[in-house]
């Protein structure tokens, strides 16, 4: 047996084990719907749009990759993902000016953008990235 066809042979055996696993009824979606462990699951392209972003803010470095992929994952753990696209649009575009910003400057929106800020702020320090971020976002 080639060791391309035991690859895949484990393969299919893995995919064929997991029901099996899950037969006793703890499945993984019951799981996770019910309270996030390990936190909220955002979607890979969210998180890599904001490691980018990060990374364009504070470097690119190799070690910001790490850095700012903790950032992302420390703001999953605490909040989510629709939470997260809402919060981060409000900050954003706090700055924005004219009447196109105006829905931004709202007192609900200032909320929002000061508790993502906020909890932008613990996980860089917690993260090991330099410098206060909502200073520079201000």
Same mark, same amino acid.
């Given at each position: ?5 035991? *690859?895949? &042979? /484990?393969? !299919?055996?893995? +995919? ?10 703890? $499945?993984? *979606?019951? &799981? /996770?719907? !019910?309270?996030? +462990? ?10 890599? $749009? ?89």
């Amino acid at each position: 047996m080639t060791l391309r066809c035991r *690859a895949l &042979a /484990a393969c !299919a055996s893995l +995919a064929l084990a997991a029901p099996l696993a899950w037969a006793d009824g703890d $499945e993984p *979606a019951a &799981a /996770a719907a !019910a309270a996030p +462990a390990g936190g909220y699951n955002y979607p890979t392209t969210g998180r890599v $749009e904001y490691v980018l972003t990060c990374m364009d803010e504070n470097g690119h470095d190799f070690a910001n990759v790490y850095k700012c992929s903790c950032v992302i994952d420390k703001m999953a753990t605490a909040l989510p993902y629709d939470e997260f696209v809402d919060q981060s649009t409000f900050s954003r575009y706090a700055t924005l000016g004219g009447e196109g910003g105006a829905e931004f400057r709202v007192d609900h929106a200032k909320a929002q953008s000061k508790k993502f800020r906020t909890l932008q702020a613990d996980a860089y320090r917690s993260c090991g990235l330099g410098g206060d971020k909502t200073a520079a976002s201000k």
